[in-house]
């Protein structure tokens, strides 16, 4: 951007980053939850066996994208991971992409109507299948998984409405909503499933490490089999399940190695009459199955097993109840498999009814670098024109790369996992000088709508080092609009954070909260209009007692009335008194219609800051710029005839929601 004055960066520690705000959702306060049950209800347990809080389970792990129970155990279930993702909105692409013999994430978007009816769509290893929203839908259809397919998610889904028509015992039609046959590593999630014409889900012939967890099975009559076969190798998760409107199989499990039942809620049952065939579990033939803390309400013969199985059943509520609840045998131990988290029976049917079924947030996570090697893969991943928000999860470490967000990616939301912004670091040293201002940028953004998270983005090249035309080096620059920062750290000497546009008169809004920034000469700089929350700036010393450099750098277009606002922050330094600058005005090669818009309200000046804060560039006068100051305070704090204030009745059209609405009332700031 501007030319380096000669002096170099003090060397020295960086400061460490702030903590990553989270926000844990207790579940008594989510649900509202009453003191419903029965005594018979036992104690919850952790994964460690010890009791366990229900307001301090997290609603946010009702989500995860992580499978758990059996399909997490042999090499897990991952789906399309490590895949392109693909949007559907027909069954052509829906049936093309599910039989590829590559991975995909494939998002189903709307309702796919499936012709003819009944007809499956075959799903082969490898992928996953998710629903965008709640919108996803596959109608009249069957998703159908033959012999050897391995490694799929299903998660998010309907799957309605194959019922023919007077066959309520369906032997027409074998019109299923999932049926798998012989199948490894599966993992059913979070869907609907009703009204079909035989089973919702027919798990088959020896399929192993399957879980099924948090799906509304409904109006039907055969909800859920397992079995048809005289092996007994099957091994099924099957927990936080609602069956409400359904006759039998809830489920029944028929030669199943493992079969554990926890936190399932079966109520509304059909009442048919029928003494026999109207149920709720059925350990049959060999299987060895563990009900947990389910709850069931108006249910005929509840649990039962074969004189040949075995089942535990342990903390369970009975309401209304009536039949057989067979108890015998040891069965197994599931904690000697997995770990889990076993909430108590008397909290299931709000948990269940409130989380179970399509939820609007889940999405596709894409994760670094456990399926996607680094963050650039991970973006490219990501499909041109995309409109439903991805997220890509980057694990704690240190990642020497560039990464570039194209335009045409929108709807990107770079995570980092660990605890700490500083746990997760994106960073690489290329100066200006080695490819210009833009090409030595870590990271560049230039779609619209991204977020980024829980992050460190640096340029480490050192200054001090060598000497070189062009020492500007951009830890980050932005093109794209609505632009969030929350929790992330912008590390560098010059020209660490560049927030712009493509032109001059294109607005482009920029919103960081809770972050850290620093640098010396003009590090924060650009024409877009950025709001600067709750954050610390660092103005780093170069050794000089009399000018280390430039706060910011605004290019704001004249036509523009909002360009860089810090407020509620604070500004801190090491260098010496009166020798740092607030900003001056930048006029890219010299336009005249680049107008500095800057005002720094409501925080906290070090002694650093010059007395007289604002400075000329290029033969602009700084007071000709849109230079103001309101009720900031602190030892650089004052008010003289070189420091602008904003007038009160100006500062009320000033506000952050003044500088981020635009013209579609954009409002990050209002979120938590």
């Known amino acids: 951007m501007t030319q380096h004055l000669h002096s170099k960066r003090l060397p020295g520690p960086r400061p460490g980053a702030g903590k990553v705000l989270a926000a844990v959702i207790g579940l008594v306060a989510a649900l509202s939850l009453g ?87 075959i799903v082969g290893s490898n992928k996953t299948i998710i629903g965008v929203g709640t919108t996803g839908e596959i109608v009249h259809g069957e998703l159908h998984l033959n012999p050897g397919t391995h490694n799929v998610i299903i998660r998010n889904l309907t799957i309605r ?33 009703t009204h079909m014409g035989d089973g919702l889900i027919d798990l088959r012939k020896d399929s192993q490490y399957i879980t099924v967890s948090y799906n509304r099975f409904s109006n039907h009559n055969k909800a859920f089999g397992i079995g048809w076969t005289s ?112 909430d108590p029976a008397a909290v299931v049917p709000a948990l269940v009814t409130k989380f179970s079924g399509p939820q609007k947030r889940i999405g596709v996570t894409l994760h670094v670098p456990s399926d996607y090697p680094t963050v650039q893969a991970a973006v490219d991943a990501v499909p041109d024109g995309n409109a439903v928000p991805v997220t890509i999860a980057v694990a704690p470490g240190t990642y020497r790369a560039k990464v570039y967000i194209p335009a045409t990616k929108p709807d990107i939301v770079l995570q980092g996992t660990g605890r700490d912004r500083s746990d997760t670091v994106i960073v690489h040293d290329t100066p200006a000088a080695y490819g210009g201002s833009t090409g030595s ?21 050192d200054e001090a080092a060598v000497e070189l035309n062009g020492e500007q080096a951009l830890a980050m620059k932005t093109t794209g609009d609505r632009i969030v920062f929350e929790d992330t750290a912008f590390l560098g000497n010059q020209d660490t954070l560049m927030t712009d546009t493509p032109k001059l008169t294109t607005v482009g809004r920029v919103y960081i909260r809770d972050s850290y920034i620093e640098g010396d000469v003009d590090f924060v700089y650009g024409r877009a209009t950025t709001v600067i929350e709750r954050s610390v700036i660092r103005l780093l010393s170069r050794g000089s007692t009399t000018n280390n450099g430039y706060m910011t750098a605004a290019s704001t277009w004249t036509g523009n009335p909002y360009g860089f606002l810090i407020t509620r922050s604070k500004v801190v330094s090491d260098a010496p008194e009166q020798s740092f600058h607030l900003g001056r005005p930048w006029h890219p090669g010299g336009e005249p219609e680049a107008v500095a818009q800057v005002l720094i309200r409501d925080t906290e000046l070090p002694a650093a800051v010059k007395s007289s804060p604002w400075t000329d560039m290029s033969g602009f006068s700084w007071q000709d710029a849109r230079f103001s100051e309101y009720r900031n305070h602190g030892p650089g704090a004052a008010v003289t005839a070189d420091r602008p204030q904003m007038s009160d009745a100006d500062a009320k059209t000033h506000t952050v929601a003044d500088y981020l609405k635009g013209n579609d009332n954009w409002a990050p700031h209002t979120s938590s």
């Open 35 to 121: 003191a419903i049950g029965q005594a018979k209800a036992a104690s919850p347990v952790g994964t460690s066996g010890s009791a366990t809080s229900v307001g301090t389970s997290a609603a946010a792990d009702r989500w995860t994208d992580k499978p758990h129970g059996f399909a997490s155990l042999a090499g897990g279930t991952t789906g399309g991971a490590g895949g392109k993702v693909v949007t559907v909105t027909d069954q052509a692409a829906l049936a093309r992409y599910a039989a590829a013999e590559e991975p995909y994430i494939i998002r189903v978007s709307g309702a796919i109507a499936v012709e003819p009816f009944g007809s499956d769509i």
């Open 231 to 342: 092996n007994v190798v099957t091994q099924v998760t099957i927990d936080h399940n609602w069956f409400s409107g359904t006759k039998q199989r809830n489920p029944s499990a028929d030669n199943c190695a493992y079969a554990h039942l926890y936190n399932n809620y079966l109520s509304a049952q059909v009442s048919d009459g029928d003494p026999v065939w109207t149920y709720g579990n059925w350990s049959r033939g060999h299987t060895r199955m563990v009900i947990e803390n389910s709850y069931y309400d108006g249910v005929q013969h509840p649990y039962q097993a074969d004189a040949t199985a075995e089942l535990v059943q342990r903390g369970s509520i009975l309401k209304n109840t009536t039949g057989r609840t067979d108890e015998w045998g040891a069965a197994f131990d599931p904690r000697e498999f997995y770990d889990y988290r076993l």
């Open 441 to 461: 940028a870590t990271v560049r953004i230039a779609a619209n709508d991204v977020t980024a998270r829980n992050l460190t983005f640096s340029n480490d090249f």
């Open 161 to 193: 409405d194959s019922y023919v028509e007077g066959d309520w015992d369906g032997k027409t039609q074998d019109f299923d909503a999932i049926q798998m046959d012989t199948v490894d590593h599966v993992w059913i999630d979070h869907n609907r499933l």
